[in-house]
């Protein structure tokens, strides 16, 4: 169902104020994690106001540690709806458990797939029968092949608004988190009509290089970004180390428009 032999014309992802596909480059920004009303509602008015499409921010986070900050949960999610109330930017969020999609699905409007569950065919099953969009992330240790069956899943359940996201894959490289294999946007292009994100904060780890994968991801002809930005991200909860404040955000958003018109 995703391969492009079968349909020839890339499709669009859209969901709420987010359009993702087809000439359209759509921008999720926002937080690692939610961690508190106004500072959700901080990054929505400044990602908004720099051009961003929809509001990203984790309420249930899969994390390294079962002794780091898991996320607000519910209370989380009340906060992103009432964020979307106010600026009406979508919201995309994490579900990590089957069990949850119901819940995640009253909220929000793209149901996030994390890295760490590419592989849980439960979940994936479960995303595939909620009416949410999906944005599915690639395991750090996935082929593209392991990662388009992943989505296959989702379609096969019925759900077609399915965005891929490349977030940086395992190598011994130390300097990134992640690195940042950009040849997977025009490669996954060719195979498949799904829209394809680039999550740059993720896939290098540093603040300091996000403007410019973002924009390198631009240039391969990526279908959006989905980028961590925080109102201070020396004192953020989770991933601080790789968010922009809101100032970068509108740098980078400047920087990025530039390329687009020129691709
Ligand atoms: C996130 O988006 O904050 C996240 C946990 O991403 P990933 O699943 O790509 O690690
Ligand atoms: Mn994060």
Redesign the pocket.
Known sequence: LASRELKPESSTVTAGSLSVGNGTIGVMAGP?SVETSEQILACARAVKASGASAL?G?AF??RTSPYSFQGLKEDGLKMLAAARDETGLAIVT?VVSPDDVDLVSEYSDVL?I???NMQNYRLLEAVGKSPRAVLL?RGPSATIDEFLLAAEYILDGGNLNVML?E?GVRTFESHTRFTLPLATVPYVQQRTHLPIVV?PS?GTGHTSLVTAMSKAAIAAGADGL?V?VHPNPDKAM??GYQSMNFAQFEQMMTECRRIAEAV
């Open positions: 690692c990203r984790g986070k899969p994490e996030q994390g890295a760490r992330k996201c977030r999550d993720h989905i961590e989770s991933d």
